[in-house]
Nanobody, 122 residues
Framework: VQLQASGGGLVQTGGSLRLSCAASGLHVSYAMAWFRQAPGKEREFVAYWGWRGTTTHYADSVSGRSGISRIYANNTLLLQMNSLKPEDTAVYYC?????????????????WGQGTLVTVSS
C-alpha cells in the first residue's frame, strides 16, 4: 500500500486549499483519515472517512470549515479546507487502516503518506 499526499502550499488567512491523497493497493472499504503536525507540536487528528463514507468525523478545530470526501474511481481521499487560519499551518498526513471503521486514534492506522505542507500566512 502506498499513500501519496499532495495539494499543500502557501495561502493567506481566509483562503482555501484542497488536499489529495492517492492510495494504491488499498482496499476501497478501508477507512482513511487526515492528521496534521504543526511545528513543535505533536501530530493530531483532523478528519476521517469510514464505512464507505457513511461515517465522517472532524476535529473541533476544523469542523464547519472542512470537508472530507473520497473518489472511489481512483481511490483518492480529499480534504477541502476553507477559511484557513495561521494555526492551520502544519504538515498534513493521510493515513489508512485495515478496517472500515474510522477512528481518531493515529495508532490504529497502519499506512501513512509522506505529508504535504500547508502554510497559512497572517
Amino acid at each position: 500500500v502506498q499513500l501519496q499526499a499532495s495539494g499543500g502550499g502557501l495561502v493567506q488567512t481566509g483562503g482555501s486549499l484542497r488536499l489529495s491523497c492517492a492510495a494504491s493497493g488499498l482496499h476501497v472499504s478501508y477507512a482513511m483519515a487526515w492528521f496534521r503536525q504543526a511545528p513543535g507540536k505533536e501530530r493530531e487528528f483532523v478528519a476521517y472517512w469510514g464505512w464507505r463514507g457513511t461515517t465522517t468525523h472532524y476535529a473541533d478545530s476544523v469542523s464547519g470549515r472542512s470537508g472530507i470526501s473520497r473518489i472511489y474511481a481512483n481511490n483518492t481521499l480529499l480534504l477541502q479546507m476553507n477559511s484557513l487560519k495561521p494555526e492551520d499551518t502544519a504538515v498534513y498526513y493521510c493515513a489508512a487502516r485495515t478496517s472500515a471503521l474510522g477512528t481518531t486514534n493515529q495508532a490504529m492506522y497502519t499506512y501513512w503518506g509522506q505529508g504535504t505542507l500547508v502554510t497559512v500566512s497572517s
